[in-house]
């Protein structure tokens, strides 16, 4: 303790160093998956699946719901679940992809995309799969083998057929090489008491198979040392009976220039402990070539690969590992085990070599594994050899040694200066290039190989080779190699840099070779920022266009490379205008707000330099955010006008510049004034017209044309009217006009046109126009008398001012116009222009020849009543009378030459009856006023319906109305006139009965106004009507329809006469009437219509059905005697349940045909006495199934048992099953006996018997029937007729049938039969048929009624019960001990564990207990038993403790313990679990031992485990009244570095020996020499020199020989300073003796060799010369020692003083 390494202890109780155990293996437990809620009883091979090291799947089932858990390795704890229902599941390897197997239906998932990628239904059971790469899976059935691919919509493909050996196999495992070129299956199965593997290998190639034994195998891709590619390599271990194998070898033919791998075959070594083992995983690290074998108790094998050497072997795990993958991050073997353990194991690359080396002592393997892997740890060894080589002078050996070395570690600056300080002989290659070829052989030199072995070759002017080897990447590039070639070749210099990646050099060889577009790229691809402004100012110089393209290239991003203002800046020092501008346009493309200073500048030096350059950039409108005003300005001392307008933001600016019109595009002068806001617009245009009216006409009136909406229309008529331009307004207007909607405007354009002579244009719009005032341009029309009146008369024409334009023209003697407009512009005005000449009092024949004269189309009625209106009517009979000479059929005509004709009289009926033109409703109402008579003739004529009726009623002409009514035959009419509402109904009525029909002949008339009548709904009025028809013996009195109207309108109006009418008329339709008079109750008028036609049936129907009187009835049927009417009759008293009655008349009428009625209605009231003799008359007529079914059952119920048995014996068709189930039904069980024989039922026939109280015979039937109905009913009777044994046998059938056994054992026990229940099932058990339903059953009859056999039948039988059922059984019961059994048998660990520690008299049992804790899955049980324990079981607390030890969390069982004050009770539980170093166990522990004062076992504590916190513990322990335990806490102090304390601390308690250490320890000066004046304080002058010899090299020879005089003890420090004196001459001998010999060396050795500095301080076993003192305040440095065997004073020994040991120094110290 306190030595540091290569030190020597001076004293003796320094204690010696321990080295820890080296393993190759780096072993790792990633998580516990029942740590992440995985149920233990699902982590087994069947449900959990992990196809590679990122995912582990589980099926699990929570309640009734199943679920897959999928564990992603990169975050264990938080698993995903999805209810999921599959027989298997299997992840992806790489991606989040599952595989998932339900019966023979195959799908993938994509879990990330939630969608499902493929699915296929397998032809037969998929027994095994497996993914073999990321879109391939593997499936076996039991007689193939498939690919099937995750791409496109393939289904799988047969690879081949498995062989023999295979069959019965468990498949445990599917292998594929790299290349899928070599497939390989694995199965095992049991065989003679040992597990046997059986391998298929097959070749895909070659399509053929091998049959091999063994249990776990797997395929590597190898390099052998000299062959130019890879082998595919075999590796497969087997557990024979003999032993253990493992075989490798190359599968196939070795590739071209290959030598074949030599195969291998070691024995596999397995412990006596595990006789049964076998290998059951196999991985191979591809890089490392070492194969891990897992077998199934959990030992891992590590082997190389090449040679087959067994490296490693130890156990890892307590349970079997069942299921493994390739670990790629270490290339290790990741499993995981039954407890749910996921462990890894890889090769500890730090430590492998070391243990090859030192443990297998095999250092040739180390070095070939060292060489092939470039694994460290064997670098001693390489050095040992390649010194030996190269004092050997076998330079070539000691190069490849040197080469060949792993990680570089002799590849370095002193290795090249040892092969440059060898002499080139003569003739041969020196052995620095020799060492050289070697490493460009096996590949990259580095950085100082590099350099030495180009520095020759530039300087002997190769370049060449240099291009190869870069091009062949064998050089390592670095600044200093560029450096070092760009003095030869800058361009090869520039690929030096490029690859040494130093962009500094890299861009300076870029510029420096005129390659400038590629420093951005660069620059930007290894994220360097150079000096761009600088470079750029440089190219300019030399070429201004590439400057430009590197300018671009700076600002070609969202983010410029260099300030653009700098950029421009460069530009204009060289004056490169045009190169700039061309560059802002580029960079300014974006036109951002922050640029505008430097669009200004682009455009303020191209304006200077170049105008038309800046109008066509301000033509483009790129920019928006340059200095407006200045540009302008700029723009118009330019002469660009233009652009100075479109940039003035000034109106007074914009109104001098802008009459310049003859100096600007009229164009975009007009566009311009879209951007003017209206007042600015207005006043240029005001502005313009001043300046030069002439000149800027045109302009102002197309801007006016354009801009009319924004400026106002109003506004610009007024400018236009203030300058009195009427040209001016009539252009603006007449652009406008045609979209304008604007009263003012079309005004103020007709003005405008008026003014300017455009009187066509005037005729136009006042044609065209419907947006002007009418009465506003009629007046001024008027008042402007102009020479065309065309324009008045159109807008009179069309505003209907024709009035007012006749009264105006005929006053101004403009008579030509008025027929100009009548006969050119308007016929249709003629009426209107007629009507104003009359008014004038025209003279008439003008009016006549202007009628004449118009030929033109118009309104004949309008004429007529513009001239009726005034009386003048008589004026238009020359013209009408010429209209219908010409053959004019218009209405209107024919209608004024009727008016005429009836006004005067001249023969007006004559000319209403033969005229056909004319309008039937204008003459008629015409005529009404003057002659009524007149109006019915014209009304008639055009069947004007509404308006005759209404002057007929009104003139009281009902007659003419009656006739026309009739002979009009119009139902809709009829109806109008016959409706209640109708005053004049009943004087029209009257008319058409007296007169109208009596006039009438025609049939239809007739019928149509009877229709009417009945539609009216006049009943009375239409019998009337009929009576006058039918009755009075007219044409129509045998007219059949009228009789049956005049019958049915009496049946409906008046029911007194409907006896008459049926005995007076014959001609009518009897059985129609009759049924309506049923229809109205007119029972006994409808049986005399039946009676009075002799329809018979019919008749006795009313008497039955209506009437009601069954006597009547059968007195008609006896006057009759027809069968049909005994038929009804029948049928009649069988409704009215008179039976026997009702069968009489069946038999009279010799009816069968209603036999079911009769059947059900007998069978209802009893009456089968009847029924037996209408059954024997029905049977002769008809052998129907159900008479004969029928009669055999009325045998029965009447008794006749003997004609019943007769009947059934002979040939019938009866249903005797029926038959016999509806006796037993009606409890008669002896015809059912005869039946059910008869048909061999003997199910019903033993149920019969029981009921009979034949119990035996009973029993023989149901054996018969053998149904399980029928034992059951057996069974129930014999058990209630207390025969148990035939019940008994009777049960034993119904036992074997699950569903029926719950039935039975509710029927036993609900009647307390208990015993004999349980004889019965104990007698099922030994049943062939057996099921787990009946040992179920049992056990919860024991639970019930015989709880002593309970648990014998559960320890028999409990994997044959349903065990959630029994425990729910046994916890009602409270059978304690039995239900923590089933707990346990079903794998409900915690269940059991709670019930034991509720119930631990009846159910505790300590070995059970302690088995069963460890495999719960809540960990709360864990404590939960510790406090059950506590307070039950205390003094075997700690054998449960050391059970839980691998699954509690410790630092809560001790805050457990520590709170209960028990802690003094687990003490053997925390020595046990100490080992684990954990901060509350050893603080726990250690205040135990310090209660109990055992200060060694808490010294050893202290030492062994040092979790705990010490300063605390050193603070309790140095008040302690204990000089021990104070002593521990000083050493406390001292392991904390607290020298201080630790020996104030032994000062005060005289611990002089272990105040001395703890001061040595400290190397502190200061302390060492405290204590030394201490010593000298208490007069303790041994423990003085002690201290000297202990604190030898901290002590200053100074201070102690100053001590040692004033304190006059220089006896006690004399060795101390003779052994400094030595010391410091021995380090001078040195220094001479290493000088000589530097010397020496320098002379004979011509080169300088770089060696390391050495040390001036000697170390031990130097002897100092004689005589030397040390300097003045010189200390001995650190880890000095004296001499071997020297003693610092003559004979004296190290620990002893002068005169002897002093009185008691002691080994704890001095006392």
């Known amino acids: 303790l306190g030595c540091r390494e290569g030190e020597r202890s001076c004293l003796d109780f320094y204690l010696p160093a321990t080295m820890a ?23 087994g091979f069947a449900t959990l699946t992990m196809e590679s090291d990122k995912y582990i799947c589980v099926r699990e089932k929570v309640g009734e719901t199943a679920q897959v858990v999928i564990v992603d390795m990169a975050d264990p704890g938080n698993p995903t679940r999805r209810p999921i229902s599959a027989d298997s599941a299997i992840m992806n390897p790489a991606s989040k992809v599952i595989a998932l197997k339900a019966g023979k239906t195959l799908q993938i998932f994509n879990i990330e995309m939630k969608s499902k990628m493929k699915a296929y239904n397998a032809p037969e059971d998929v027994v095994f799969w497996k993914w073999i790469s990321v879109n391939t899976i593997a499936l076996v059935t039991e007689t193939a083998c498939y690919h099937w691919g995750m791409e496109g919509a393939s289904e799988p493909v047969k690879m081949f057929d498995r062989h023999t050996n295979l069959a019965g196999c468990q498949i445990i495992n599917y292998r594929t090489d790299k290349e899928q070129k070599w497939l390989l299956l694995v199965g095992i199965t049991a065989q003679q008491s040992r597990v046997v593997g059986a391998m298929q290998l097959y070749s895909v190639e070659r399509k053929v ?35 253990g194998k493992l075989h490798v070898i190359e599968v196939g033919s070795p590739a071209a220039g290959n030598q074949p791998f030599t195969k291998k075959a070691v024995d596999v070594f397995f412990p006596p402990e595990a006789q049964n083992d076998f290998p059951v995983a196999m991985q191979v690290s591809p890089k490392h070539d070492v194969v891990f074998m897992i077998t199934k108790y959990g030992y891992v094998h590590l082997y190389d690969l090449e040679t087959g050497t067994c490296i490693y072997m130890n156990r890892i795990s307590g349970d079997t590992i069942f299921v493994t993958a390739f670990y790629e991050p270490t290339s290790g073997i990741i499993g995981v085990n039954r407890k749910g353990q996921v462990l890894s194991v890889s090769v500890d690359e730090a430590n492998i070599i070391p243990y090859i080396t030192n443990t297998l002592q095999n250092p040739d393997l180390a070095l070939r594994m060292a060489v092939r892997n470039n694994l460290a740890g064997g670098e001693d060894l390489f050095v040992r050899k390649f010194n030996m080589l190269f004092g050997q002078m076998q330079y070539s050996e000691a190069a490849k040694v040197a080469a060949a070395a792993p990680q570089g570690v002799l590849r370095t600056s002193q290795t090249i200066q040892r092969f440059q300080g060898v002499p080139t002989q003569p003739g041969q290659t020196s052995p620095l290039l020799q060492y050289f070829g070697i490493l460009l052989e096996q590949g990259q030199l580095n950085k100082y190989e590099s350099l030495e072995l180009c520095r020759p070759v530039l300087q002997q002017g190769r370049k060449q080779l240099l291009e190869k080897w870069l091009k062949e990447d064998k050089l390592e590039c670095s600044e200093e190699l560029g450096d070092l070639v760009k003095q030869a070749d800058p361009t090869l210099a520039l690929s030096v840099y490029l690859r040494a990646n130093v962009p500094a050099k890299v861009i300076q060889c870029f510029a420096e070779t005129g390659q400038f577009q590629k420093i951005v790229l660069y620059a930007k691809k290894v994220n360097y920022t150079p000096d761009y402004v600088f470079i750029l100012r440089n190219v300019m110089r030399i070429n201004p266009e590439q400057g430009l393209q590197f300018a671009q290239m700076l600002v070609q991003d969202d983010e410029p490379l260099a300030d653009l203002s700098q950029i421009v800046d460069v530009f204009a020092e060289f004056n490169l205008v045009q190169q700039c501008t061309s560059f802002l346009l580029d960079a300014l493309k974006n036109n951002r707000p922050a640029e505008g200073p430097l669009q200004t500048r682009l455009l303020e030096m191209n304006l200077m330099a170049a105008p038309q350059v800046a109008d066509a950039i301000l033509g483009n409108q790129m920019f928006t955010h340059y200095d407006r005003q200045h540009i302008a300005q700029l723009c118009e001392q330019a002469g660009l006008l233009q652009r100075a307008i479109e940039h003035y933001q000034d109106s007074f600016d914009i109104k001098r510049a802008i009459v310049h019109t003859h100096l600007l595009n009229p164009e975009w002068l007009v566009n311009f004034f879209g951007s003017l806001s209206v007042e600015d617009s207005l006043e240029c245009i005001k502005t313009m017209l001043t300046h030069n009216i002439r000149q800027n006409l045109q302009i102002c009136v197309q801007v006016s044309t354009k801009y009319h909406e924004q400026l106002g229309t109003s506004s610009l008529i ?70 065309d009146q065309l324009p008045l008369i159109i807008v009179c024409d069309r505003f209907d001012f024709v009035h007012d334009l006749v009264l105006y023209l005929y006053r101004n003697n403009l008579q030509k116009y008025i027929e100009i407009y009548v006969q050119k512009v308007n016929p249709q005005r003629l009426p209107v222009v007629v009507g104003g000449l009359l008014d004038v009092d025209c003279d008439e024949s003008i009016i006549k020849s202007l009628i004449m004269a118009v030929r033109g189309s118009f309104d004949t009625d309008s004429l007529v009543e513009e001239v009726e209106k005034r009386n003048r009517l008589k004026l238009l009979m020359p013209w009408l009378e010429s209209r219908i000479h010409d053959g004019v059929q218009e209405p209107a005509t024919h209608n004024a030459l009727a008016k005429i004709y009836i006004d005067s009289n001249n023969n007006p009926e004559r000319f209403l009856r033969e005229n056909q033109f004319y309008d039937s409703r204008v003459v008629g109402k015409y005529c009404e006023k003057r002659d009524p008579h007149l109006a019915c003739v014209a009304y008639e004529r055009g069947q004007c319906d509404e308006e005759l009726i209404k002057c007929c009623n009104e003139n009281s002409l009902f007659k003419s109305e009656a006739r026309y009514l009739v002979h009009r035959q119009d139902g809709d009419l009829w109806a109008l006139v016959l409706i209640e509402t109708n005053e004049y109904r009943r004087p029209l009525i009257d008319q058409v009965v007296q007169t109208a029909l009596s006039e009438t002949q025609n049939p239809d008339e007739v019928s149509a106004t009877v229709k009417a009548f009945m539609t009216a709904d006049l009943p009375n009025e239409l019998i009337e009507l009929l009576e006058k028809i039918v009755l009075d013996n007219t044409l129509f009195s045998e007219h059949r329809n009228l009789q049956n109207l005049l019958i049915l309108t009496a049946i409906k109006a008046d029911r007194t006469r409907v006896m008459e009418y049926i005995t007076r008329l014959d001609n009518y339709d009897a059985p129609d009437i009759a049924n309506i008079a049923i229809g109205s109750e007119l029972f006994e008028e409808a049986f005399a219509i039946f009676r009075k036609f002799d329809v018979n049936t019919s008749a006795i129907q009313v008497l039955i059905e209506h009437i009601g009187n069954l006597d009547r009835a059968y007195e008609y049927a006896e006057r009759c005697n027809q069968s049909d009417v005994w038929s009804q009759l029948a049928k009649a008293q069988l409704q009215a349940s008179m039976v026997k009655e009702a069968i009489d008349s069946y038999i009279k009428a010799d009816d069968p045909t209603t036999y079911t009625e009769v059947i059900e209605v007998a069978g209802n009231n009893g009456n089968y006495e009847d029924l037996v003799r209408y059954l024997n008359m029905a049977r002769k007529k008809t052998r129907e199934v159900l008479i004969e079914t029928e009669l055999v059952f009325a045998f029965a119920k009447t008794g006749r048992l003997a004609e019943l048995e007769e009947f059934v014996n002979g040939p019938n068709h009866a249903q005797i099953q029926q038959v016999g189930d509806r006796c037993y039904d009606a409890q008669l069980y002896e015809a059912a006996k005869i039946l059910f024989n008869n048909v061999s039922n003997f199910a019903r026939l033993a149920s019969t018997l029981v009921h ?60 307390g039969h208990f015993d004999e229940l349980i004889a019965l099932l104990e007698a099922a058990l030994g049943l062939e048929r057996a099921h787990m339903g009946m040992f179920t059953e049992l056990a919860i009859l024991y639970s019930k009624y015989k709880t002593s056999k309970m648990r014998e039948h559960l320890e028999l039988f409990w994997s044959r019960v349903n065990i959630p059922k029994v425990l729910r059984a046994a916890e009602q019961a409270h059978l304690w001990s039995e239900l923590v059994f089933l707990y346990d048998k079903y794998e409900e660990y915690d269940n059991a564990i709670t019930t034991m520690m509720q119930h631990p008299v009846d159910a505790w049992r300590e070995a059970q207990f302690k088995d069963i804790i460890t495999k719960v899955a809540n960990i709360e049980l864990y404590y939960k038993a510790l406090s059950f324990y506590l307070e039950i079981k205390p003094m075997l607390l700690n054998d449960l403790l050391l059970v839980l030890v691998p699954r509690l969390d410790h630092n809560r069982t001790i805050s457990y313990f520590t709170k ?29 031992l310090i209660e109990e004062e055992d200060y060694q076992s808490l010294r050893a504590s202290i030492d062994a485990y040092d979790n705990f916190d010490n300063i605390n513990l050193a603070q309790q322990l140095e008040r302690h009244e204990l000089i021990e335990f104070r002593r521990i806490s000083a050493y406390l102090y001292r392991g904390n570095n607290r020298w201080q304390q630790a020996t104030d ?20 000066t200061e302390i060492a020499e405290a204590l030394l004046a201490w010593f000298l304080e208490i007069n303790r002058h041994d423990c003085f020199a002690a201290c000297l010899y202990a604190c030898y090299d901290l002590l200053r020879p100074d201070v102690i020989l100053e001590l040692a005089w004033r304190n006059n003890i220089m006896d006690f420090a004399m060795p101390f300073l003779v052994q400094v004196i030595r010391e410091y001459i021995g380090r001078v001998e040195r220094l001479e003796t290493k000088g000589e010999e530097a010397e020496n060396e320098k002379q004979e050795q011509p080169m300088m060799m770089n060696e390391p500095q050495l040390m001036l301080t000697a170390g031990p076993g130097i002897i100092p010369g004689a005589g030397m003192m040390p300097a003045a305040g010189m200390m001995p440095a650190a880890g000095m020692m004296p001499a071997a065997g020297m003693a610092p004073m003559g004979g004296m020994q190290p620990n002893m003083m002068p005169g002897g040991a002093p009185a008691g120094f002691q080994q704890g110290g001095y006392m």
């Open 21 to 43: 155990q080296v393993l190759p293996i780096r072993f790792q437990e990633h998580c516990q998956l029942q740590n992440v809620g995985i149920n233990a009883a699902n982590i």
């Open 209 to 243: 198979s091998q049959p091999i034994e063994g249990h776990a195998a797997s395929f590597a891709q190898f390099k052998m040392q000299g062959n130019q590619s890879e082998s595919t390599l075999f590796c497969f271990a087997v557990r024979s009976a003999t032993g």
């Open 718 to 787: 007024e400018i236009f009217e203030s300058f009195k331009s009427f040209e001016g307004l009539f252009y603006f207007l007449g652009s406008i006009v045609n979209f304008s909607q604007e009263a003012d405007v079309h005004f103020k354009y007709i003005q405008a046109a008026c003014k300017t002579g455009q009187i066509k244009e005037v005729e136009r719009i006042c044609r065209e126009s419907n947006c002007y005032d009418p009465e506003r341009v009629k007046n001024f029309l008027k008042e402007s008398k102009l020479t």
């Open 1252 to 1311: 009979l109280g034949e119990y035996q015979n009973a029993v023989d039937g149901a054996r018969k029937a053998n149904s399980t109905r029928t034992w059951k009913e057996v069974c129930f009777a014999c058990v209630d007729g207390g025969e148990f044994r035939l019940g008994q046998m009777c049960g034993l059938h119904i036992v074997v049938h699950a569903d029926e056994l719950e039935e039975l054992i509710r029927y036993y026990e609900a009647r």
């Open 1460 to 1488: 209960r004050n028990h802690l003094h009770l687990v003490k053997p539980y925390m020595r046990a679990v100490q080992s684990l170093n954990s901060k509350a166990i050893n603080e726990a522990l250690n205040q135990v």
């Open 1545 to 1564: 601390l032994c000062k005060r308690d005289h611990l002089y020996k272990d105040a001395m250490q703890y001061a040595s320890d400290s190397r502190n």
